[in-house]
Antibody, heavy 118, light 113 residues
Framework: EVQLVESGEGLVQPGSSMKLSCVASGFTFSNYGMNWIRQAPKKGLEWIALIYYDSSSKYYADSVKGRFTISRDNSKNTLYLEMNSLRSEDTAMYYC???????????WGQGVMVTVSS | DIVMTQSPSSLAVSAGETVTINCKSSQSLLSSGNQKNYLAWYQQKPGQSPKLLIYLASTRESGVPDRFIGSGSGTDFTLTISSVQAEDLADYYCQQHYSYPLTFGSGTKLEIK
């Protein structure tokens, strides 16, 4: 059974940094691209980043480009999202998701809440 | 970026009825290389993570009931839910997986009368 478990939830001040982790199990992590997708409270879904299975390519949404960094450690089956210069508009539930058929995210974690507020 | 326009934003139906949700993309999602449309549909029940229902416009994810049907090509797509059940209460999102950044529609809230 595919499982994705995020961690790193918390409340931070604007301008600060935070790092999220996502531990994967139930599939061969090193064979799949991985995504981060977020959802602001009572809002829709926003894809923010993808990393290829071998870290050879990374893509970002304009809203986070230059501030967030996606990375992975295939030896630990873990995906990361390093977030810098956080803004109030980054307040959201953050989900990690595995890329599936046609590269659409197929399995999603339960999400972690990031709140940026003074 | 590809803009996804989804309609309606909400709808309320009685159990047993058929529901249609529409999604339009600002550019074609049809790959000339393999003739596949890179459009997915997700279901998000209250308090849960999104669940993939359909990808490549019409391919049902494993375990998804066959009352969920995806159709369309190019820029116009539809999710049809036949014989809606109470458990189908959820938000539904379309998403293009043709190019990065991946983009989602604004969502459709399905309520059961």
């Amino acid at each position: 059974e595919v499982q994705l478990v995020e961690s790193g939830e918390g409340l931070v001040q604007p301008g600060s940094s935070m790092k999220l982790s996502c531990v994967a199990s139930g599939f061969t992590f090193s064979n799949y691209g991985m995504n981060w997708i977020r959802q602001a409270p009572k809002k829709g879904l926003e894809w923010i980043a993808l990393i290829y299975y071998d870290s050879s390519s990374k893509y970002y949404a304009d809203s986070v480009k230059g501030r967030f960094t996606i990375s992975r450690d295939n030896s630990k089956n873990t995906l990361y999202l390093e977030m810098n210069s956080l803004r109030s508009e980054d307040t959201a539930m953050y989900y990690c998701a595995k890329s599936g058929g046609g590269y659409s995210p197929d399995y999603w974690g339960q999400g972690v809440m990031v709140t940026v507020s003074s | 970026d590809i803009v996804m326009t989804q309609s309606p934003s909400s709808l309320a139906v009685s159990a047993g009825e058929t529901v249609t949700i529409n999604c339009k993309s600002s550019q074609s999602l049809l790959s000339s290389g393999n003739q596949k449309n890179y459009l997915a549909w997700y279901q998000q029940k209250p308090g849960q993570s999104p669940k993939l229902l359909i990808y490549l416009a019409s391919t049902r994810e494993s375990g998804v009931p066959d009352r969920f049907i995806g159709s369309g090509s190019g820029t116009d797509f539809t999710l049809t839910i036949s014989s809606v059940q109470a458990e189908d209460l959820a938000d539904y999102y379309c998403q293009q997986h043709y190019s990065y950044p991946l983009t989602f529609g604004s969502g459709t809230k399905l309520e059961i009368k």
